[in-house]
């Protein structure tokens, strides 16, 4: 079955392919990004949580592409920044998708808390929308604590200064397979995957 994943991030396209993989068996689903559909209207990513801006992301893939339409949004809630970047993770310095710009930003207004106040979350919600309108939401998190510097070279992202609750290493000093076992996005499209094998 071939699903469109509203995405431009060729990272997580393979992050959710392998996830989809693991979850529903080789080739059960076929992912296709947006970056092999041509002239792609800009999605829109207006809303205020995480459940919004995947719904938003995946009913533009419906419309456009007839395909059903996976997307997800997510982020870094950092409880001493009141839950900020939250959904702005992606563009908090300005530049969206600049990885190492937005991180250190959250470290330098995190400052020098102490390690009981630097708490923090990734969040995920993921949408599955199908060309009937039906509509499903599902969501996952991990919960853990930001270092003072970064650590590690996988993943993506916040990865390098977030460390999962009962971890030693932090997201990018895990594995890939390490990392979907207890990621965000490995919770919310595990729980995806189930849908999608009952109504697709
Ligand atoms: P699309 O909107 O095209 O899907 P995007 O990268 O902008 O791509 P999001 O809007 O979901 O995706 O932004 C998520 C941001 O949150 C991402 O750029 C990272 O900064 C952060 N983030 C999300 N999941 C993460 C993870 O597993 N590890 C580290 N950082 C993550
Ligand atoms: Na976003």
């Known amino acids: 079955t071939k699903l469109l994943l509203a995405t431009r991030n060729a990272k997580k396209l393979l992050?959710?392919?392998?996830?989809?993989?693991?979850?529903?068996?080789?080739?059960?689903?076929?992912?296709?990004?947006?970056?092999?559909?041509?002239?792609?209207?800009?999605?829109?990513?207006?809303?205020?949580?995480?459940?919004?801006?995947?719904?938003?992301?995946?009913?533009?893939?419906?419309?456009?592409?007839?395909?059903p339409t996976v997307a997800?949004?997510?982020?870094?809630?950092?409880?001493?920044?009141?839950?900020?970047?939250?959904?702005?993770?992606?563009?908090?310095?300005?530049?969206?998708?600049?990885d190492k710009a937005n991180l250190d930003l959250v470290l330098a207004q995190i400052g020098d808390v102490p390690d009981d106040h630097r708490g923090a979350a990734f969040v995920c919600a993921a949408a599955l929308v199908l060309p009937g309108g039906k509509e499903h939401l599902v969501e996952g998190r991990q919960v853990g604590r930001l270092l003072r510097a970064p650590r590690g070279e996988g993943g993506f992202g916040y990865d390098p200064i977030f460390l999962a609750e009962g971890q030693t290493r932090t997201n990018a000093?895990?594995?890939?397979?390490?990392?979907?076992?207890?990621?965000?996005?490995?919770?919310?499209?595990?729980?995806?995957?189930?849908?999608?094998?009952?109504?697709?």
């Open 173 to 200: 000093e895990l594995s890939a397979e390490e990392k979907d076992a207890i990621s965000h996005r490995g919770k919310a499209f595990r729980a995806l995957a189930k849908v999608i094998a009952k109504t697709v």
């Open 72 to 98: 997800d949004d997510s982020g870094l809630a950092v409880d001493a920044l009141s839950g900020m970047p939250g959904v702005f993770s992606a563009r908090w310095s300005g530049r969206h998708g600049d």
């Open 15 to 67: 992050e959710l392919q392998r996830i989809m993989d693991k979850a529903l068996g080789p080739h059960a689903i076929e992912l296709v990004g947006l970056s092999d559909v041509p002239d792609y209207p800009e999605a829109p990513e207006t809303g205020l949580t995480f459940g919004e801006n995947a719904l938003l992301k995946a009913r533009e893939g419906v419309r456009y592409t007839g395909l």
